[in-house]
């Protein structure tokens, strides 16, 4: 699983002690949960034995402890509800401070556009307005023509 803080694993804790007291109390093995939640006995014996880091991402724990809270008779969505809000602030605000310590980028690559502009326009310009051959220009090559002709 990935890092959780202090808090969340706290809240983590609360929660998987809170189901396995009522599953002990219904005198329900984890087998017969694990065939009603289609959750791997495994992973059930990992949250109940707080072995957090054998389980996946917090977002399929989620589903699990919803899961195995509406196998016991409890309101699964809500025990699930405490963890996800949990991890999904901290995440948040994680985000957040990654978005302020990145540098702003975004004028080179404005800078960058507007020259690519530049270019494009000076590009079109060329080609719709080629360079225009003046009677100057031509007469070297009339010249030259004109000597080829044999005089008659």
């Excluded at 998987?16 to 959750?39: F, G, N």
């Excluded at 402890?65 to 699930?80: E, F, K, T, W």
């Excluded at 494009?120 to 003046?134: D, E």
Aim: net charge negative.
């Amino acid at each position: 699983m990935t890092l959780l803080n202090q808090a969340q694993v706290e809240q983590l804790k609360e929660i998987t002690t809170q189901l396995r007291q009522v599953r002990q109390e219904k005198s329900i093995c984890i087998e017969e949960i694990a065939a009603k939640t289609l959750i791997r006995a495994g992973v059930l014996q990992a949250l109940e034995e707080e072995r957090f880091e054998e389980l996946p991402e917090p977002i399929f724990v989620q589903g699990f402890i919803r899961r195995y809270g509406d196998a016991l008779g409890l309101d699964g969505n809500a025990l699930s509800h405490t963890l996800i809000s949990n991890v999904v602030c901290q995440k948040h605000n994680n985000y957040h401070q990654n978005l302020d310590n990145k540098p702003k980028a975004y004028i080179p690559l404005v800078l960058t556009y507007i020259l690519l502009l530049v270019a494009a326009s000076a590009g079109l310009f060329y080609t719709l307005n080629p360079p225009r051959i003046t009677s100057e220009s031509l007469t070297p090559e009339v010249n030259s023509q004109q000597s080829m002709v044999p005089n008659k």
